[in-house]
């Protein structure tokens, strides 16, 4: 018998680790391979990858795990986003993924309700994306591991914060439209951030469907940071293109900074775009 056949009869199988554990098959899939969406206990999983490393399961993912103690997935939260609002968050979801893939990172979805439920974290850090700061809290005090907030606002130096910089953003505004007057078009924001451009912008103009663009005052100057709401008005719109591109390259830093627990300023973790 050759020495390649004789490696292939002697492999170890999944099989084989779920004899060992006293678990299903589907269990150990679950645990080796991080399966979102699966309740299982933090008792089975360390049995499950403590039998994988005895037997000499050869499982990438699971010798990264075992070798680093990281999984190198970044999981984003959300909740149900419609209309302009997920036109936006597509493209930002999408710009997060490529720019956590150069780094190394698989980018996972998650639903807020499921994970915040969740006792075994299968991630090295969250992203959160436009929860109120209620929300965002009470996510928060469930994770042991990063999470970082998008869209959302409130004062707490331990956690990263991204959002646009409405004072920028109304400046560059103004000054483009030539306007003395600017009313910020957006999909639904937190009220938190809703509070904050209203401070900024001479109002806040929520756009749900086209009736809302079509209702919009033409004498007054606008700007948003959403192209799709953009592209179907018909008044003066300064655009501010790059935003999501800029949150999500924000959100990368701050995920390779707070999992390599680089310390960084309470001012740091509060960035504006």
Partial sequence: MSSTTSRKKNRVTIKDVATAAE????TVSYVLNNTPGQSISEDTRKKV???ANILGYE???MARYLA???T?????????IDGFGAQYYFKLITELSRLLYRKSFTLKLADYSDEITRSVETCDAYITVALSEKEFREFADTKYNPVIAIDSMFEDFLFYRINDNYAELCRKAKRELNSNAVALLTFGLTPECEAAANRTF????TVKTLADIA???GDCGYATTCKAISDCADKTVYLESASFALKASAAVDAVIKAIN???SSSEEHDIRV
């Fill in 23 to 26: 678990v299903s098959i589907a």
């Fill in 49 to 51: 990858l403590q039998f």
């Fill in 59 to 61: 499982c990438n993912i």
């Fill in 68 to 70: 680093t103690g990281k």
């Fill in 72 to 80: 190198n997935t970044v999981a984003v939260v959300t909740k149900d």
């Fill in 202 to 205: 001479d109002k806040v103009v």
């Fill in 215 to 217: 209702r919009l005052d």
């Fill in 261 to 263: 627990r680089i310390q």
